[in-house]
């Protein structure tokens, strides 16, 4: 998957505790990473199911 036009940030929530980050500006697909390892693994959603995952933990 090619990444380098991700643009990474992270939750308003997280403040400076460690969080993930999220790509969300490649066409058709979500990136999430941990931002302690910013060259580690790279987990990749389609966008229905980051829009339904978020959807979920919202109601909690």
Not at 25 to 32: E, I
């Amino acid at each position: 998957m090619e990444l380098s036009g991700a643009t990474w940030r992270t939750a308003t929530r997280s403040g400076n505790t460690d969080c993930v980050e999220v790509a969300d500006n490649l066409p058709g697909v979500v990136a999430v990473r941990d931002s302690k390892d910013r060259r580690g693994p790279v987990l990749a959603f389609t966008p229905q199911t980051w829009h339904s995952f978020i959807t979920h933990v919202k109601r909690r």
